[in-house]
């Protein structure tokens, strides 16, 4: 082997380096665009995003693994205070129409709502956001459907004459 193919060889070999640290450096750019556009997303957009950042991951095996535990740590985070907030944000949907005497809605808010409660559950939610959330539930199964106008059966109409008040007089 001539001196000009061990030059040619390192070269090559340098080439090879350069190109599989950019290819990193591309993936880990994206993951971190990915992990970045996970930070305020509602749930439903974790169906679309959460494949893409196991697709870059898995593209790039010379990844470090400390990183890639990080990307699915903070992804796993996310999605679970995504869930938090939606669960959150259904219940106090469903109160209000709750108050409004509104059953059906309130029935599907309440299923909505626990849904993305086991959502959260699954990814880590503490136990606080249960005993919570199943407080909430419990106060707004109780709310509304009490308030009765007119007459009812335990209290009727009250037909008797007033009395007059001769304490004042």
Known sequence: MGVDQIMSLAQDLERKKEFERKVIEAASAECQRLVEAMRMALPEEFERLRPRLDETIKRCPKLPVPFKRRMFSAARHYECTAN??????SLNLALSRA???DVLERNRLLGEARRYANMATRLGADA??????????????LTGGVEHKGPTIAKPLD???????????
């Open 84 to 89: 938090t907030r939606a669960a959150d944000r």
């Open 99 to 101: 108050r409004s005497d």
């Open 128 to 141: 606080a956001f249960r005993t919570t959330l199943n407080r909430k539930i419990e106060i707004i199964l």
């Open 159 to 169: 037909t008797a004459p007033k009395i007059p008040n001769i304490a004042k007089q």
